[in-house]
DNA sequence: ATGGTTGCACGGCAA
């Protein structure tokens, strides 16, 4: 099973590039996050013509929005809401067995520090809330996915400076910390530095907002798929697909892939 | 220190 996810910055915007992903990664799974579109409106054909028959969408008008495309079908398909908002940021599907969740964390504004900055909070109790209620399921035995826009870039080597984006949303100190206790809540495993060392840079999101995003190259890796121990043995490899930031109009994300026998 | 860009049921907000 290939799996992939992928912050499209609007799906109706990526319809082309979704198929061009499709041709270059082949993913069995796509998961989606910031839609940015309501339900009524989901562009599900386009899914259909590229033999993703099961799709489920969770989304709402111009922010956030999340869903789930499959060649395989889906069960179980539920959602979470956190903070008390129903802010589409977490749908949950089984398929073939392997309980899947695509989850987009909230960005958490510009300052890092909860007192100051209220959406900063929201992060910090997003991701608290995530973690307690994974915990909970800790010892059931199933196998699991976690994968999405993390909005946080935990290693040094995630980041283009590690010394100058400690002061910076999205590498602080707190968020690493409170990114580890959710690591830490199912013993998940960092699918992707699995295969690829932390010794080696890796960028899944560039800003918008610089002239040339390859040659500054001070991209982040702030999209993540996890999973639990079980399926260790299941791991088969992974990939980041950085060429997809150079097409017209790009997402400032990059798909990212893992691929599991 | 500041401002840089994109997307959205179109215009201020979120990223």
Redesign the pocket.
Known sequence: MRIATW?V??????LEQLGRIDEALRPDVLCLQ?T???D??FPHDAFTALGYAHVAALGQ????GVAIASRRPLTDVTTRNWCGRE?CRHLIATIDGLEVHCLYV?????IPDPEANE?FAHKLAFLDAVTTWFADQSGDGVPRVLLG?F?IAPLESDVWSHRQMLKVVSHSPVEIAKAGELQTSLAWLDAVRHFIPPSQRLSTWW?????DWKSSDRGRRLDHIWVTPELAPRLVGAEIFPESRGWQ????HVPVLVELS
Not at 61 to 64: D, I
Not at 106 to 110: C, E, I
């Open positions: 912050n910055n609007s799906v109706r915007l990526r910031e940015k579109v309501s009524n409106l008008k111009s922010y956030n802010d909230p960005a958490g504004g510009d959406k826009d909005n800003s918008y907002r610089s002239a109009p790009a997402s400032d």
